[in-house]
Structures are given as structure tokens and as C-alpha cells.
């Protein structure tokens, strides 16, 4: 699990976290991929399907899907799904998915809805990252009772 040279906010003890969860899955839905940090310790995790879900736009820095795709692109076990979490959560049945990671918009209407919405197709475990931020905790606290570890948030069905 080599990221160093890829950008992004998640520490090393999170991705391992990542690496180490999705070694028990066999589908992952990620919410929210940026360049790529993260996505890779899901990829080399599990031999199963990762989805990353994200318009690959915004955060003030454009577009950013050529470096995701140069990152991670490679790995044969990645399904891009380069559109809103809205418009990809559609695309799942419900009990359909292991585990969803969400790490996306991150203000308090936006993961209220990426839990109701994605909560329904989770089999195992949905999580997500920045639980210190006010906005991402309530959300969160608000719908469910997690565990947190190095500011993962995890809730396991």
C-alpha cells in the first residue's frame, strides 16, 4: 500500500485502517475520491469491486479526474462513477454493497443525505472520514451510533 505520492488528507494510520477493512469486502462504494489517496488503500485491499463515486470537480481546484485516473486507474477491480452521490446510489439495489466509505461534501446537509441514502444498500459497514469537523459529526450523530477510530467513523449493519 504505496501513497505517498498521491495527494490528499487521510493519514497513513487511516488508509491502513482502509487497506486492513477492505481486505473483508468484496464491494465498496467510496463517496468521494479526489486524486486517489484513499481509493488505492481500498483497490489494494480487496481483490473485490471499488466504486469511486465523484464528479471529480470543485474544492476550488477544477478538475481532477486526470490524476485520479492516473493514480489508481490501472487497477482492474476500479468502477468510476464520475457523477453526484445522488445520481451513483441509484445504481445499487438495496443490501447490495459491503461497505460504503464516505468522504465527499462534507457540510451537514450533504452527509446527512449520503448516510439516508447510501445506509439502505450497506450489507456489512458504512464509515467515513473527518469526524473532528462539526458539520461531518453531527450529520453522523444525528442518524447513527458509531465507533470512532483515528477519526473514521464506523458503523457496522
Known amino acids: 500500500m504505496y501513497v505517498d505520492n498521491i495527494e490528499g488528507w487521510m493519514s497513513i494510520e487511516q488508509l491502513k485502517w482502509l487497506f486492513n477493512t477492505a481486505k473483508e469486502m468484496e464491494t465498496i462504494v467510496e463517496v468521494g475520491s479526489y486524486k486517489g489517496r484513499s481509493t ?9 469491486t471499488v ?3 465523484d464528479p471529480f470537480t470543485g474544492m476550488k481546484i477544477g478538475d481532477f479526474y486526470d490524476d485520479f485516473v492516473k493514480n489508481v486507474g ?8 464520475r457523477m453526484k452521490s445522488e445520481e451513483a446510489v441509484k445504481q ?5 454493497i459491503d461497505m460504503v466509505f464516505i468522504d465527499g461534501d462534507h457540510t ?10 447510501w445506509l439502505p444498500k450497506v450489507k456489512k459497514l458504512i464509515c467515513g472520514h473527518d469526524y473532528q469537523g462539526a458539520d461531518v ?3 453522523v450523530d444525528e ?9 473514521i467513523w464506523i458503523y457496522k449493519i
Open 40 to 48: 488505492y488503500a481500498l483497490l489494494t485491499g480487496t481483490d473485490g
Open 137 to 139: 459529526r453531527k450529520a
Open 74 to 81: 490501472h487497477f482492474e477491480n476500479l468502477k468510476i462513477l
Open 51 to 53: 466504486w469511486a463515486v
Open 143 to 151: 442518524k447513527l451510533k458509531v465507533e470512532v477510530s483515528n477519526l
Open 108 to 117: 451537514y446537509e450533504e452527509v446527512k443525505k449520503d448516510i439516508e441514502m
Open 92 to 96: 445499487f439495489k438495496d443490501k447490495s
